[in-house]
C-alpha cells in the first residue's frame, strides 16, 4: 500500500511539474517562430534564418546540419550542411564538387557552375554556384556505392580557411528550393562577423 501511494505520489508530482500540452505546443510553436541558430565558425558568428530546421548530423564527418523545408512543386527538402576540418584546398574541392553535376544538354559543366572570391569575416572564401543533375552518394567513400541521378539541383558550396580550421559549407536540393533560400543563405554568409 506503501508503495502504491509513493508511485502515485511521485506520478502527480512528475505531472505537475511537466508542462502541459499547450504550453509545449506554444514552446514549439515559439521555438519555430525563433531567431535562427547561431552558428560559430572559429568565433566568427553568424545567425541563420529562423526557417532553417536544425538537425543532429547524420554522421561523423558533419559539423553541423540543416533542413530547408522544399518550396513549391518541389518533391524534396534542401540540406545544408557544415564540413569542419576536411582539407583538400579550395581549387581540389571545387573541382570535387563540379564532378557532383552533369550539366543540362548542349552545355558544358564551367557554363552552369560559377565560382567567386567572397570574405567570411575578414578571411577569403571560395564560393560555387552550380546547377544540373546532381550525381547523389549517399555513401561517398564506400567504392560499391551508386550514384542516384537527381535532375534540376542545384548546390552552393564555400570552401572556407576559418582563424583555426578549415569548413565547407554546402546547401543542395531541388533548383526551385534552393534558389527561394539563395538570398538568405547569401545574408548569412555576408552577417559573419
Known amino acids: 500500500m506503501q508503495r502504491l501511494f509513493g508511485f502515485l505520489l511521485l506520478a502527480f508530482m512528475a505531472a505537475a511539474c511537466s508542462p502541459s500540452a499547450s504550453e509545449s505546443n506554444a514552446a514549439d510553436s515559439a521555438k519555430d517562430k525563433g531567431k535562427g541558430v547561431v552558428v560559430d565558425l572559429d568565433g566568427i558568428k553568424s545567425t541563420t534564418p529562423s526557417d532553417w530546421k536544425e538537425e543532429a548530423p547524420s554522421n561523423r564527418m558533419r559539423f553541423m546540419q540543416f533542413r530547408l523545408p522544399k518550396k513549391g512543386d518541389d518533391r524534396e527538402d534542401a540540406e545544408l550542411v557544415i564540413f569542419k576540418g576536411l582539407g583538400g584546398g579550395s581549387k581540389a574541392n571545387i573541382e570535387r564538387w563540379k564532378k557532383q553535376f552533369l550539366p543540362p544538354k548542349d552545355k558544358q559543366i564551367d557554363d552552369v557552375a560559377k565560382v567567386e572570391e567572397i570574405k567570411i569575416g575578414d578571411r577569403p572564401a571560395t564560393y560555387l554556384d552550380i546547377y544540373g543533375t546532381y ?59
Open 135 to 193: 550525381l547523389f552518394n549517399p555513401q561517398p567513400f564506400n567504392p560499391r556505392s551508386k550514384p542516384e541521378e537527381r535532375p534540376n539541383y542545384r548546390m552552393l558550396a564555400i570552401y572556407f580557411d576559418g582563424p583555426k580550421d578549415v569548413y565547407q559549407i554546402k546547401l543542395t536540393g531541388p533548383a526551385k528550393t534552393v534558389e527561394a533560400y539563395k538570398k538568405g543563405f547569401d545574408e548569412w554568409v555576408k552577417n559573419f562577423k
